[in-house]
């Protein structure tokens, strides 16, 4: 049960986000992106535990990287979150149209996808905290697309229901994680479409995968829905053009039902695939990824006992169609 104390804080929180996107509504857009980023510089420099740990994250994933590039990645990727939500989060419903939406969003390598999308089968389309995945989900509903995203509430109840009206403004249809199942069949049966932020921390029990050269926990979810209906899945982004409100929709992989019935572990090889794909999403883009995600904060069993890899796990590794030794050496190092 929710105490005084706890709602109070929700309030503040609630009231201070909405004061503060009242104050930049007014103006056009990528006036305000700007508004939202100098901000975002101020919060970071009042915020170095966040930042430290996106700085640290940067550098893990890209060894070698100047100290200044790591500093200028870690503060943009912190001024690209406020932009997303202190701006587009607001002015996506009231600007972004069936007519107005070419002024906003262009369509990158999207063939392949496109006819996925159009069809009246089923299909998962998944991305990363990259970019602007809300803009990516609001995007898809509103050029005429069934897409149903699959969403964890947030914790503030006040902030999730404003934003939830705000992603379903297009026709976009949000499913919490919790007691879904159901209501999925019933959407794949219908040759609906399924949407997954998929970058998100498993816990000790999920699938562990490549992830920028170091094993990261993964939901089984997505590659046992994707293998019990036989269905492809669309991993694609949404990327900022420059520091405005505009953005290129790209496609970055599909992987279908023939790329994974031959392994020997199915589960496996679309869990590494799709993260993969997210990896090359964020390579696209770092400075647009959220780097403060705790993406590998849970670790696999034999590092949480500290014992060298198994061979199993080497095996599943060795099976992927683009590991090499090098990697595979990167990867049985603890974090």
Known sequence: MTSLTQWAQYWAQYLALRATC????????????????????????????????????IARCF?????TDIDRIALESVRNMFALFL???????????????????????????????????????????????????YFLALIGFRMTAIARPLDNPLVYKWLLQTRE???????????????????????????????????????FVPFFNRLASSYKSIGLLAMRYRIPIVAGLARRVGHRFRYTVETIDIIRPADWEAHDDPLYYITARYNRAIETM?????????????????????????????????????????????????LEKPL
């Open 22 to 57: 009242g104050l930049m509504e007014p103006y056009p857009p990528d006036q305000s992106i700007q508004t939202a980023r100098a901000l975002a510089t101020v919060y970071a420099r009042c915020s170095g535990r966040r930042l430290a740990r996106a700085s640290a994250n």
């Open 63 to 67: 060894p070698g990287l100047a100290r």
């Open 87 to 137: 701006v587009d989060a607001i002015v996506m419903p009231k600007i972004v149209h069936e007519w107005s939406w070419p002024d906003y969003a262009e369509l990158n390598d999207f063939g392949e996808a496109l006819d996925l999308l159009i069809s009246n089968e089923p299909c998962i389309f998944l991305t990363g905290h990259v970019g602007n995945w809300e803009f990516l989900g």
């Open 169 to 207: 403004a297009s026709g976009l249809k949000v499913l919490t994680k919790w007691g879904a199942s159901d209501e999925l069949q019933r959407i794949i049966e219908s040759g609906g479409k399924i949407a997954f932020i998929a970058d998100q921390n498993a816990g000790d029990d999920g699938v």
């Open 282 to 330: 964020i390579r696209r883009a770092p400075e647009q990824y959220l780097w403060v995600h705790r993406r590998w904060k849970s670790r696999p069993r034999h590092e949480r006992a500290g014992d060298p890899m198994p061979e199993r796990m080497r095996s599943k590794l060795r099976s992927l169609p683009w590991m090499d030794e090098a990697l595979l050496q990167e």
